[in-house]
């Protein structure tokens, strides 16, 4: 019998993506054994967060990871529509995919919330969690974690910082902030914080 391709899931807003997300993703590439990462941005969230449009965020996610090979960025969710929740994408993945063996990639700040998910235990039976220590979150009990290679940085702190036209390049690929940027996403487009600081 051929050998399963195993593949990582990497679901999550992305909103925007973030220097931690590339991390992540390089990380399970090169030092697990994985064969491929799909990164699945959400269409609509399920505790009815604020996105930016689904179309932007998967543009910044193609972005963000273009310098990885065997990455594929995947518009599923927008497929399936309605609110995103993981065991629905995963089984749908499943379907099309009865080749794959599918690790679903989550961060230690992530983990602990898996609980509150629709039909948590179906999600880990379909793809077993492959979980990252995040700087300053441990893993939760039961949960065993790689060592912290996900830096502290969030989009909440990036959207934030975009709005205040703070700098932020070590922390946003310099395509992603530029797509940000040029489109107005997160609050003031370039003219208006031109403006503010020439004040």
């Known amino acids: 019998m051929a050998r399963r391709e195993t593949v990582a899931v990497f679901g999550g807003s992305f909103n925007p993506p973030h220097i931690g997300h590339v991390l992540a993703v390089t990380y399970v590439l090169t030092c697990t054994e994985i064969d491929r990462a799909l990164v699945v941005p959400c269409f609509r969230h399920p505790f009815s967060k604020s996105l930016a449009p689904f179309e932007d965020r998967l543009e910044m996610c193609r972005l963000a990871f273009a310098d990885l090979s065997r990455v594929e960025i995947s518009a599923i969710e927008a497929e399936l529509g309605g609110d995103s929740l993981t065991v629905r994408t995963l089984e749908r993945l ?46 939760p009990d039961g949960f065993e974690a790689a060592p912290a290679v996900l830096p502290e940085v969030s989009s909440t702190v990036v959207r934030s910082a975009l709005a205040a036209g703070e700098p932020l390049e070590p922390w946003v690929p310099r395509r992603v902030l530029a797509y940000a940027r040029a489109h107005g996403l997160y609050g003031r487009d370039p003219a208006e914080v031109s403006a503010v600081a020439a004040k």
């Open 94 to 139: 499943a379907l099309h995919h009865p080749e794959w063996a599918m690790r679903l990639v989550v961060g230690t700040d992530v983990v602990a919330e898996m609980d509150r998910w629709t039909s948590p235990e179906r999600v880990r039976a379909l793809a077993p969690p492959l979980v990252l220590a995040r700087a300053g979150v441990p893993a």
